[in-house]
């Protein structure tokens, strides 16, 4: 089983990035799909998450300008992410949930700075 996080990079203040979140090795689509994202010195948030079905939710921090979705055919899940600011610089990972059963992808750095 493999997560790979793509699309990280450093952008502008205002600016946008799409990641990616390519499964390998699961059925991806019975999956719930998080992505997270750690700040140095700062604990793991979860960021964004779509579930099996769907359905997504974000926390204040990032609703309306972070958008998650899903492609089941491509197994993959992305993470649209908009009018972004310093303080979304950070690492960020995708985790796939099943029933318990989690599996982590390896992390794809974003920077946030003019």
């Known amino acids: 089983v493999q997560l790979q996080a793509s699309g990280g990079g450093l952008v502008q203040p205002g600016g946008s990035l799409r990641l990616s979140c390519a499964a390998t090795?699961?059925?991806?689509?019975?999956?719930?799909v998080g992505w997270y994202r750690q700040a140095p010195g700062k604990q793991r948030e979860l960021i964004a998450r779509?579930?099996?079905?769907?359905?997504?939710n974000y926390p204040d921090s990032v609703k309306g300008r972070f958008a998650v979705s899903r492609n089941n055919a491509e197994n993959t899940v992305y993470l649209q992410m908009n009018s972004l600011s310093p303080d979304d610089s950070a690492i960020y990972f995708c985790?796939?949930?099943?029933?318990?059963?989690?599996?982590w992808g390896q992390g794809t750095q974003v920077t946030v700075s003019s």
């Open positions: 779509i579930t099996n079905r769907g359905v997504t």
């Open positions: 985790n796939a949930e099943l029933r318990g059963y989690e599996y």
């Open positions: 090795g699961i059925t991806f689509d019975r999956y719930a």
